[in-house]
């Protein structure tokens, strides 16, 4: 991955626009830019823009092959994984019920109550709520304080079922509580699906199945960071009824009856007296190039070395740790997991002969030019996270060197 290179920072074609590059140590963050596209999904991209295609052929295609990777029914490509959560939600809330599809954001009658764990809410939880659904959390924030007793027990997730229950929300994080298999049997034994935001959970690969396997009806993963397809595109692996509702509410739905031709594995149009209307999903649209970038960044991802690739992050994670210890600073390498296997570099600011803190710095590196991007989610403690994944060599070893010019 050729991330930076002091040659190309003056053909940057950020600099051309007058907009400020960025060294990327923070990892996979949206607000930087993702990752590094493959050069070869986008050149599968380029290709794409230069004949016409029907949409819903491709995400028919796309379909196939996520489901094929992740063992799930079906698949679907949806505009960022946060969309795919919208798209997830209004698929939960209207079913196969062109009535309700046409009302969402404010279905009159269908449930539309989304259950999760009061620890599980986020800021994403957001796209839930714009497709209708009203959050109910459960649980409590007891595990913080340390006594043993955990953030949410699985009676108290199936006492919060009720008639007005679409489905069930849960964000996957190699810390989250219950199991995600303990919860699908919750929502299964109410015929109620279970959606995973596992947006950031990939690599490993092996994720790709992993909570399918666990009992996710709907799984919606980022296209844009560790897969490394177009920054605008996610993906959905999931259970066909619920794929094909989200397709319904998805694709454009402006055509006559005698001639609604799409793809039967995507959507049943035999389920339907007459054409359902424009749904929530519209203003989401995926263009034919992002598709098949994604597609073309999805074939590439399962083939990789994905050793290797963890090696060569750990390598570069423990250089730019005995740099900076080397200058003083106390840094610990944290390896990820069987379930998240990106390393990253813990660096106690605080602790070192740093004048500034670490939020002075994070926000120092950020204004230069090209701004430097840390972790800055331990700025609390005093410390800087640095994360290899979207650094080469030559830019790992830039990092380095601006950190050190303020330590
Ligand atoms: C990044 C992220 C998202 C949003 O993904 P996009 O592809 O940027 O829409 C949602 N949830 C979590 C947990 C994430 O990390």
Redesign the pocket.
Known sequence: MVRFTTESESESVYHQLGVTPVINAAG???RIG?SLIREEAADAMRAAADEFVQLSDLEAKASEQIAEIAGSEAGYVSP??????LLAAAAAIAGDDPKTMSELPHPTDAPNDIVMPRTHR?G?DHALRAAGANIVDVGTNDYHLGTGATNVEPWEIESAIDENTAGIAY?Q?TYTQPDLSTVSEIAHRHDLPVIV????EVPPIENLSRFVEQGADMV?F????GIRGP?T??LIAGKRRYIRSIAVQHQDMHVDRRVWNPPSSLIDTEQFDGVPRQGIGRSLKVGKEELVGLIRALELFIEEDQEALVAEWETLAQRMASQLAAAGVETTVVTGGEQSVAPRVVADIAGSQSTLSAAVLVAELQREDPRVYVGEDRIDEGEIVLNPMCLDEDGAAYVVDRLLTHI
Do not use: I
């Open positions: 996979t963050k949206t993702g960022g994984a946060e969309a795919g959560l986020t994403y964000v994080k935001d596992a947006a950031a919606v980022s296209g844009g960071k920054q595109t996610g």
